[in-house]
C-alpha cells in the first residue's frame, strides 16, 4: 500500500471495466449530491458493498480510481468505519446487539445460544456462507431488548424468541 | 391544546403519517407562515423565546447556537443544517421512534431551521443500522418534494431548500458533531479542534448547524402555536415536552413524551410500571450510558436540566437504564467500558490508551481476579480521562458511569476483590 500512497491515477478506463454499470450509475447518483468526491468514496464504498457483500482490494482500488482519490486515503477510511467490511462475510449479517440495556437484559445468555444454533462466534461465518456474527453497540431499541438485526431486518426480545424460526427464514434464501 | 407535540401523531401499529393526513393536523404551518412573509430573523427570535435547549445530550440553547451564523448580504451563500440522526449512545432510543413515527413531523423542523439560517442544503445523518427509518423517511422526503415544499422557490418564497439522506457507515463516534462533518465530507471520523465552531465554519467550511432530530422535531409546534403555549407545556424549569425512555428490568419499558419537569418517579413507577417482582431499584443512569449514577433517593428529583445537575448527572438524552438489585453493578460498568474502548477514535492519547486499559482491568475484576491497585488505577482514570484533559467528550462520557459507580457500589468492587469472583454469579 505504501508504493501507492497519495498517488493519483489519472486513467479511469480500468476502473470502469471493474465497477458494474449499476454501480457506477449510483455513484454518479451520489456525485450530485455533494460537492466532492470524497465525500462520494465512502458513498462508493457502500455502492460496491451493497452488490458484492463487501469491499474487496479490487473494489477498493477501482472505486480509488473512479474518483481519483488516493488509494491510502480511501482505505484509511474505508478501515475506519464499522459497517463496511474489509473481508467476505455470509449473505446475511448478524448485527448483535451487546451494549447495556441488552446486557441487563441478559444478552450474554442469547449470544451463547445464537453461537450453538449456528456453530460460530463473533467474527465468524458459517460454513455453509450464510451467517456472519458481528456485535454492535445499541441499536435503538432498549425497551425490547435483547435485540439483533439481521441483514436489513430488526428482531426483538430475542430471549422470549425462536432463535431457530428466525435463521430459517434466512436460510430459505429470503433477501 | 396539544400536550404531545412530539408524539401526537404516532402509533406504531399503523404506517406513518403521510403528507395529507399530516397537513390535515396543522403540519407544515411554520412553512406557510414563512410563505406569507415570515422573516428568518422572525424564526429565530420565536426558537429563542421558546427556550428550547438541545435534545442530543448537551442541551444547549438552540436559539442561541443558531444565533452564531454568519447572516445578511455579506454572509457566505453556502450554508449548510445537519441533522443528527446517529444515534448510537447506549441505552438510548428516542430518534428512532420520531423517525419511524412521524417523518414528516422532522421534515417540517428542517424547512423551519433551514430557512432560519438560510441554508439552501440540509442533510441528515443517519445511522447506517436504521433501516427502516431510511425507508420512511425516503417516502416522506419524496411526498414533500413532490408537493413543491423542498426543491427551488418553495411556495414562492424564493427559498430553495434539498434535503439529502445520508446513512452513516457506523462508529459511535461519528455523532460528535464536528466528527459527524468529517464523516459527512467522506473523512475518517475524528472531532476538529473547536473553533472555529461549525456555526461558522462547518460543513466543507461553510457555516453549519448541528441539531438532534428531537431538537428539530419541537420546531413544527413551536411555529405553529406559538411561544406562550410551548413555554406552558412544562411542569418545571426548562420549557416544552421531551421524550423519556425506561429500559432494563421494570415492569414495562418503554418511551414516552412528558413534560419537562415530571418527577422522576413518576416516570419510573406509573410508566415504567415500577421494578420487575423481586428486584429492588439499585441505581439508574438518567441520559444514557455518558451519564453518571442516581440513586432511589433521588427519585423525587424532578426531569429538568437543573434537577438532574444538581444530583451529579446529566438529564442528556433522557432514556434511563435501570440497575436493579440482582444485577452486577461491576458487570454493568465493565459493559459500558468496553463499549468507550471501541468507540474511541484513536485521535488523543489518554482516551486511546486509557479507556483500553480501564477495560483490562474489569475484565480482570470479571474473572475474579480484580485488586486494590487495580481499584486505584480506575480511579486514576476518571481523573485523567475527564472534561478537558482529552479532545473530545467520549471520554468524559466513560468517566461518568465510572466515577459515579465507584462512589455509589464501592462495596461491590471490594467483595468482587475480597471474594475473588462476581457474588451476583451463582
Ligand atoms: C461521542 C459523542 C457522541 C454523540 N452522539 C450523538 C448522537 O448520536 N446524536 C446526537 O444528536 N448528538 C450526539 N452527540 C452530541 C453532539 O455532539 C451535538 O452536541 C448534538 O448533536 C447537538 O444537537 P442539539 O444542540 O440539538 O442537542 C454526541 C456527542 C459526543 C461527544
Ligand atoms: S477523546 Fe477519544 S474519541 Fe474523543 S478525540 Fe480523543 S481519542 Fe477520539
Ligand atoms: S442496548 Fe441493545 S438495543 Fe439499546
Redesign the interface.
Known sequence: MNTEENQLIASTTVAADYLRETEIAEIEHERT????A??????A??IVQKHRGWVSDESLRAVAEYLRLPIAELE??AT?????YRRPVGRNVI?YC????C???GCEQVKDKIAGELGIDFGETTTDGNFTLIP??????????PVM?VG???HRNLDRADLGAIFAQYRKGKE | MVSNPLTRNIDLSRPPFDLAAYEAVDGYRGLREIARGLEPSDVLDKVKDSGLKGRGGAGFPTGLKWSFVPMGDDAPKQKYFVVNADEMEPGTFKDRLLMEGDPHLLIDGMIIASYAIQANTAYIFLRGEYTESERILRKALAEARERGYLGNNILDTGFDLEIILHTSAGRYICGEETALLNALEGKRANPRAKPPFPQVSGLWGKPTIVNNVETVCNLPGIMAWGIDWYRGLTKGNDHGTKLFGVSGKVRSPGCWELPLGTPIRELMEVYAGGMRDGLELKGFLPGGGSTDFMLPEHLDLNLDYDDIAGAGSRLATGTMIVLDSQTCPVGMIGNLMTFFSHESCGYCTPCRDGLPWVNEIFRAFEAGKGSHRDLAILEEHVDYLGPGKTFCALAPGATAPLGSGLRYFREDFERHISEQRCPYKQ
Open positions: 449530491l455533494y460537492p466532492d470524497r465525500a462520494v468514496g465512502l458513498e464504498l457502500k484509511g477510511v475506519f468505519f464499522n459497517l463496511i448485527l451487546n451494549s447495556v440495556s446486557w441487563i437484559m454492535v453497540p445499541c441499536l435503538g431499541d432498549c425497551d425490547r431488548a438485526m436489513p431486518d430488526q
